[in-house]
DNA sequence: CTTAGGG
DNA sequence: CCCTAAG
């Protein structure tokens, strides 16, 4: 039952921190022209930077590490909570762009424990931007909804609720916040995390619980206004995206953040199904570093192995919906500096002094450039859906994967005046009325789809059709996944008398949280921006792939056992050398760290083990039986690889 | 995605 | 273990 249950992630907008444009000759460099179009490039370059090494953090009230000794896991609430969850109580949660070092994952830790015994329902919103919209929330979640989008269509309020007071640290601006909401319709399988910006999930009929990440439009609120805590509020820390005094080299920022290989689960076929489905839905938009015609299989194999290393691959998971929000879900707060001071230590004191109140805007410049800073960018509504049972972990790496998926879109920026759309991207800053003397003037930046790529496909209007396939993507998460497998393991896997061992992947291992904590400073700057140059707004987007960057981390060594290399000569002996996949499900099914291409290299250097001396192996020794029974079955099917080809020719 | 091999 | 060409 709890197995069942899932939490869905609605992010309506996922607040990315202020992006402050650093120093004095970064500044210089980088002073928006009086150009509409240079403008929006530039702003587009700080999103891509974005894009590029985000964390998703927790947000704890007010302390900030605490002792991660809770472990790592989602809280679940059992199901009489679910139960009452559909009544009137709510749970909160609230994630964050966290600084690679700052925050780490305990941060979540206290809050959740509160939490534990609480209903599922979370209703969370940005603090900062109570923005009261609606966001019908049935182009979510589709036709099947129709109840809960009666539950949610009237409450889009839930901004109003928030009190800005909770910003007043310094750095707690940008939250994000995460709405839980229930749902008398739970999805369709167990132990699986669905990902869809748009129609989220297929469900049963179970409870569900939905988070959701507020921006600009408040959306999918439960019915009751009860369930809307306000301690959620607690300041939080978030993290800054600052500028850097020395712009030359500005690396890392295309970076893209780490993700798990694990994800994917070779031996899972649910996965594996799912995400080849994904892919051919996946519109070619949302790839912008991929050239190659989607139908062209060849160049989709590339694509899926150059996406492999990198979370962006993760892009192609999400469905989003371009058209289910509009500018006005995406905006960002953009400050105009003031006349610079010309000190070096300008930058922190402009910091200090946010404006009051996110979207205004004021203008000054000693010169005729008007300089400006994006104090934040809120990034469209995404959908997560999630087991309950799912690991934080897991959480944040969906949610990561999510802001990350939709910052790597092909986005464009829009500007805005006054709450107005500038469209004329001929004009000057100047002719628009932007300008340093405009002291009334609110400039505002939104994220809005490229239509570019909109219009060049003739399928506009459908690019992520509701009714085509699942719109879901689900990952493993966590142990309990593993747990499941072992249960519903096919009958063949009890042939083997030998206990394979069921390890779970460690999100302290594996998760980019745990690598990046350590070794990154306490600097809360997220993003090292660099320098706003053409180049790097080309750069971002399209050769992300280029390196692996140093997020890709290792896999951690795991040294076969004796145990698993008896499991695998013995499924060798019987399936063969070629056939590593099936050997992988015989007989390392469960064991989600050991993928096809492992077996195959460890069968390798078993060979190659049995073949030298005693005094050359190291490690745990095998026992030579086993050593002997492998050159016996790598003859044996060496051989009959021969025989196979002789009878092709 | 899987296989096969080199690194 | 990683990376990649090839299927």
């Excluded at 979540?108 to 609480?118: A, F, G, V």
């Excluded at 030998?498 to 306490?522: F, H, M, R, W, Y």
Aim: hydrophobic share 30%.
């Amino acid at each position: 039952m709890v197995l069942n249950r899932r939490l869905e992630y609605g992010f309506n907008g996922y607040q990315v921190p202020a992006m402050p444009r650093g120093t004095r000759s970064a500044r210089r460099r980088n002073s928006i022209k009086k150009n509409g179009e240079d403008n929006k490039m530039h702003a587009f370059d700080l999103l891509a930077t974005l894009a590029g090494k985000l964390l998703v953090g927790n947000s704890s009230s007010s302390s900030s590490s605490n002792s991660s000794t809770k472990k790592d896991q989602f809280p679940v609430t059992d199901s009489t909570g679910i139960e009452e969850g559909c009544h009137n109580q709510c749970k909160q949660l609230e994630l964050q762009l966290c600084d690679q070092g700052s925050c780490g994952r305990s941060m979540l830790d206290s809050q959740l424990e509160s939490q534990q015994h609480e209903d599922p329902k979370l209703s969370l919103e940005d603090i900062q931007h109570p923005v009261i919209g609606s966001t019908d929330c049935s182009e979510r979640l589709g036709t099947d909804e129709d109840k809960r989008n009666d539950e949610t269509s009237g409450h889009a309020v839930l901004g109003t609720l928030m009190s800005t007071d909770s910003k007043l640290e310094d750095d707690t601006q940008n939250e994000i916040k995460v709405e839980q909401l229930y749902s008398e319709k739970p999805p369709n399988d167990n132990g699986a995390v669905m990902y869809s910006l748009r129609e989220p999930v297929v469900w049963d009929a179970k409870p569900l619980t939905q988070v959701s990440l507020e921006s600009g439009a408040a959306a999918s609120f439960p019915e009751n206004k009860d369930c809307i805590s306000l301690d959620c509020l607690s300041p939080a820390r978030n993290v800054e995206v600052v500028g850097r005094d020395d712009d030359e080299k500005s690396s890392g920022c295309t970076h893209p953040i780490p993700i798990k290989k694990s994800f994917r689960h070779i031996g899972d076929r649910r996965i594996r199904k799912v995400w080849a489905s994904r892919h051919w839905k996946v519109h070619p938009r949302t790839g912008v570093n991929f050239k190659a015609d989607y139908k062209d299989k060849s160049s989709y194999y590339k694509r899926q192995r150059s996406q492999r290393n990198y979370p962006f691959k993760k892009r192609k998971i999400f469905d989003i919906d371009f058209e289910s929000y509009s500018d006005k879900e995406i905006s960002s707060n953009a400050t105009v500096y003031p006349p610079e001071n010309h000190t070096d230590g300008d930058v922190s004191a402009k910091r200090k002094s946010p404006p009051a109140s996110g979207q205004h805007l004021s203008y000054q410049s000693t010169d005729s450039h008007v300089k400006l800073r994006i104090e934040s960018f809120t990034v469209p509504e995404l959908f997560i859906e999630i087991p309950e049972t799912a690991t934080i972990g897991s959480l944040k790496r969906a949610v990561m994967e999510a802001v990350s998926g939709v910052l790597g879109s092909e986005l464009r920026v829009g500007v805005l005046l006054q709450g107005k759309k500038v469209g004329d991207d001929s004009k000057t800053l100047l002719q628009t009325g932007i300008s340093h003397d405009n002291q009334l003037s609110s400039l505002g930046f939104a994220l809005e789809p490229d239509p570019l790529y909109t219009s060049a496909s003739p399928k506009v209007s459908s690019l992520f059709p509701c009714d085509v396939s699942q719109p879901l993507i689900r990952y493993p998460t966590g142990p309990n996944d593993s747990q499941e497998r072992t249960h519903d393991t096919l009958p063949e896997h009890q042939e083997m008398n030998l206990p394979i061992v069921v390890e779970n992947d460690c999100d302290l291992a594996t998760s980019p949280v745990g690598v990046l904590k350590k070794g990154s400073t306490q600097s809360k700057a997220l993003i090292p921006v660099s320098s706003m140059n053409v180049e790097a707004l080309a750069v971002v987007p399209v050769h992300r792939k280029s390196k692996r960057s140093e997020f890709a981390q290792r896999r951690i060594r795991r040294p076969f056992s004796v145990t698993e290399v008896e499991a695998l000569v013995q499924a060798v002996e019987k399936l063969g050398t070629g056939r590593w996949r099936d050997v992988k499900l015989r007989a390392f099914d469960s064991a989600k760290h050991r993928t096809y291409v492992d077996l195959k290299d460890k069968w390798k250097t078993l060979v190659h083990t049995a073949r030298i001396s005693p005094q050359q192996r190291r490690g745990e020794p095998v026992p030579q039986e086993l050593l002997d029974r492998v050159l016996t079955a790598h003859a044996y099917w060496s051989q009959h690889q021969a025989k196979q080809q002789l009878k092709h020719i």
